[in-house]
């Protein structure tokens, strides 16, 4: 793949189910979108960072600290689609889904996605980290991923998988070769490929598992996955919020 631009969009929501208005909470002296935005135009390889929203009170904010905002529609089922309407009128052709709600994503970790996309030539990717702790490979809110010899995906799950009981887990889990891996919810898309996407139905693997990547790989797309260390904590509560206003404040200014 030649040097495409690249574009990272954060979509972004005010009508949060657990916690309303979570982009705009702002303990820290900033709104939480402002540190995901912050984070990611950090990373060297990307061009661009676009905050899509449908909402003018996430767009103000995000213009009032310099940001670039796509207002979209507000009937999307997903931040993928609300990207997938976005994109049209912006100049992109490789195109990130970073969600707003990772005020600490690691820049390293998107290069490193980038970097996969651009080695591989492939139309779609996203991130994986070893998974070492049993009771994290159990719960289904870790979503798992199997991957082939090449690092692309063969299946998602909130089942563990591959299957292995205890003492087989802790045999295999961290040592070289090990098949497990915990998968990260950042996207890389080509920008047709996206366009392609968002077109497709929800397909039946994707309706059980409630996971958008099954819908590619039912269309026989299989997504590169790059691996990396470690996993930034999102914002799903209000104890996570405050978890990481703690954090933000033990930090040096």
Do not use: C
Request: charged residues 25%.
């Amino acid at each position: 793949m030649s040097r495409l631009r690249v574009v990272a969009f954060l979509p972004a929501r005010y009508g949060s189910t657990r916690l309303p208005g979570k982009p705009l909470l702002a303990e820290t002296g900033k709104p939480l979108i402002q540190h995901t935005w912050e984070r990611v135009r950090a990373a060297r390889t990307v061009d661009d960072v676009v905050v899509a929203t449908d909402d003018e009170r996430i767009a103000a904010a995000v213009r009032g600290f310099g940001g670039r905002v796509a207002l979209t529609g507000a009937g999307h089922a997903s931040g993928t689609d609300r990207i997938g309407e976005a994109v049209r009128e912006v100049a992109a052709g490789l195109v990130l889904n970073v969600q707003g709600d990772e005020p600490e994503v690691e820049p390293a970790h998107v290069d490193a996605l980038v970097e996969a996309m651009t080695a591989s030539g492939a139309r779609y990717g996203t991130l994986a980290t070893p998974l070492r702790d049993y009771g994290e490979y159990l719960d289904s809110n870790r979503v798992k991923v199997t991957l082939d010899a090449r690092r692309d995906a063969l299946f998602f799950s909130r089942a563990p998988i591959p299957h292995a009981g205890r003492e087989a887990f802790a045999a295999a889990a961290g040592a070289a070769g090990s098949p497990f891996f915990r998968h990260l919810g950042l996207y890389a898309y080509t920008r047709e490929f996206l366009l392609e996407f968002v077109a497709l139905p929800p397909s039946p693997l994707e309706r059980l598992e409630r996971l958008e990547q099954l819908r590619a790989l039912e269309a026989g797309v299989r997504p590169r996955v790059a691996i990396v260390e470690g996993a930034a904590p999102g914002i799903d509560t209000l104890e996570d919020y405050r978890a990481f206003v703690a954090r933000s404040a033990r930090r040096p200014s």
